[in-house]
Each structure stands twice: as structure tokens, then as C-alpha cells.
């Protein structure tokens, strides 16, 4: 009786390479397989020298091959693909496009620009919280860090010394808590300040849309610097058919200066789609609020620019905690009274359709 030879390609495709987020049979990192006498042997092709995943998918690979039945030892090849099985690499993750914008008018992802008038208001842990919010409900979800002076995402989502790995021309972004995040922070040393002028300003957001390798996105977000200047201008022009959500406080001074962003980003054809107030309040244990930064500002900002609040986001000290932690308080404190308060919002984007404006139909008149 004759032993049918057994098959280790089926236990490695579920073997997913952890900055790809594909199996990494469809990644051409699988060489030769072979079982004999219950000794695999599996030629393995790390995508470049020094792979920071290296030890995860080293040890997913043993795990998976050494559950196939017929199996008791495994014998590992490592090795790293050639310049040209990177470039072969490359050009099959961007799908045969050429390098620029993968978010153009004809992507489907759902883009939506988080902006505010001035600093301070909470935007960036917003950015954070509502991406890993969107992620927890299943879609692929990616952060744009755009506040290249104030940069803070990768600290709030616990990743602040998480450096991208580059595979020939393309840049892999860091992963947190499912949400694939880019940031200038992660190309500086420690707290350097970053002090650039217009054109690299561009340019970096160029990069960020054009070189890091998001795949396919279902939502991506992009945390503004406040204000009403040259990042928020660029982006304007790359994305004019993001979504803008504006973010104040209730404070009038505030809600005035929120304002000014929503027109910039309506000057480069952007739609706003709503506000978000944040620091709405602190409940009391005896069930009040105390209004520490005012009332009525978030939507005195949405009346004025004819759309409605998303969300009223009250002051949290788990909010706060979870920030400085690096674990959004979606995750860590779910029923905090912010983070319900984000995850509706959370829940209420992650059902926007994706809007026609700006988009290709691809019709013909015949």
C-alpha cells in the first residue's frame, strides 16, 4: 500500500505575515516543502535582512507544520529574497499600479480627515480611539499621523517606538491593535522636533499616500494639525473627496476657531460631514454635569455649517489614563461613558456609504 505524499502547502497558507496581512504562500516566501519519514523540511524566504517579524513567523510556521498529521520534526530554511523576488514582491502587493496615491478618487476606502481649529482639543486620541473602534467591528482600518509638528498617534495607540520596515520601494506601517498606522514620528529619534517648511511638508504626505502599503483599506483616517495650514492644503489636494469631521470643545473661543478648518477644507472641495464635541463635560457622582470648558459650542460649530453633532464626548480620566498607557479607553474601559459615546460614532461611520463625489463613474455616452 502505497502513502500519499503529504502536503504542507495548505497548513502554511494560513500562516499570515504579520506587516502584510497575507498568507505568506501568496507572498512567494515559501520555497521547497517536503515530508519524508515524518521530517518536514520548508524552505523559508524572509522578505528582507533583519525582518522585525521574524521570530513571530518562524514560530507560526513550526506551529502550523508540526499539526499536519504524518509530521513529527520539522527541519527550517531560512534564508532572504532576492532584490528581484522583492521587487516581484512589490509589484504584486501595489497590483500592477505605479507608484502614487493608492486612495485616489477611484478607491473605495472611506476617508475621513479629522481636523480642528487649534490645539489641544483632543483630536489626535479621538483619531486613535475611533480606529481602533472601527477596527474591533471588522473593518481594515488605517491612521494617517498628518500632524507632522505634534505627532502623538503612535504613543496613544502604545506603538511609540515601532519603526515601518521597508521592502524594496515600499514602506510596511506598523500595526496596533489592527489598526495600520504611519506616522513622522517613527522616522525621528526620540522627541526630536520636526521643523520643515511647505514643499517637504507635501511631499511627506505624498509618501505617506503614495509609498506606505495600507492594502486594502475599508476606512482610512487622517489626524490633521490643527489649524488651517500647509498639511491641511496638501491634503485638500490629494483627497479632495475625503470627509471631514471637525473636533471642538464647548467652548465659544474654540468652537469659533473650528470653524476656519471646515472652510479651508470645503475651499478644496472636501465635504464636512459633521463635529464632534469633546470635553463636553464631567459627570458628578450625584448624576450632574460640571461644564468646565462651557456649553454648546459643538453644536453652535454644526449649525453653522449646516451639519449635525456626531458625538458629545464628556471629560475622562480613563480617556486621559488610556492615552498615556498607549490602550485607547475603547478597549480598556468600554463603558466609560467616552468611549460609548465614541463608539456610536465609531458605529455610525462604519456604515457610511462610500459618497459619489469626486469619483469616476466609468459611464461612456453611445
Sequence with gaps: ????????????????????RRPITELDMVGAT???????????????????????????????????????????SIGVMTAAE????????????????????????????ITSGKGGVGKSSLTANLGVALAARGLRVGIVDADVFGFSIPGILGIADAKPTKVGELILPPVAHDVKVIS????????????????????TMQQFLGDVH?????????????????????????????EVIVVTTPQAAAAG??????????????????????????PQADGSVLHLFGEGGGQDVATRLGVPVLASIPLSVPLREGGDAGLPVVLSHPLDPAAVAILAAASALAVRPRGLAG???GLSLS
Design 34 to 76: 517536503s515530508v519524508v519519514d515524518g521530517v518536514a523540511s520548508v524552505d523559508l524566504k524572509l522578505t528582507i535582512v533583519g525582518c522585525p517579524a521574524a521570530d513571530r513567523i518562524e514560530g507560526d510556521v513550526r506551529a502550523a507544520v508540526l499539526a499536519v498529521p504524518g509530521v513529527s520534526s520539522l527541519e527550517l
Design 359 to 361: 469619483r469616476p463613474l
Design 257 to 282: 476657531v473650528a470653524e476656519r478648518s471646515a472652510t479651508v477644507a470645503r475651499q478644496t472641495g472636501q465635504t464636512v460631514i459633521g463635529v464632534i464635541e469633546n470635553m463636553a463635560g464631567l
Design 184 to 203: 513622522i514620528g517613527m522616522f525621528v529619534e526620540g522627541n526630536t522636533a520636526v521643523s520643515w517648511r511647505g514643499p517637504m511638508l507635501h511631499r
Design 1 to 20: 500500500m502505497t502513502t500519499a505524499p503529504i502536503d504542507l502547502l495548505p497548513a502554511l497558507s494560513r500562516v499570515i505575515d504579520p506587516e502584510i
Design 214 to 242: 495600507f492594502g486594502d483599506l475599508d476606512v482610512l483616517l487622517l489626524d490633521l494639525p490643527p489649524g488651517t495650514g500647509d498639511v491641511a492644503i496638501s491634503l485638500g489636494q490629494l483627497l479632495p473627496h475625503a
Design 86 to 113: 522583492r521587487e516581484a514582491l512589490t509589484t504584486r502587493l501595489r497590483g500592477g499600479r505605479s507608484r502614487g496615491n493608492q486612495f485616489g478618487a477611484d478607491s473605495l476606502t472611506r476617508i475621513y480627515a
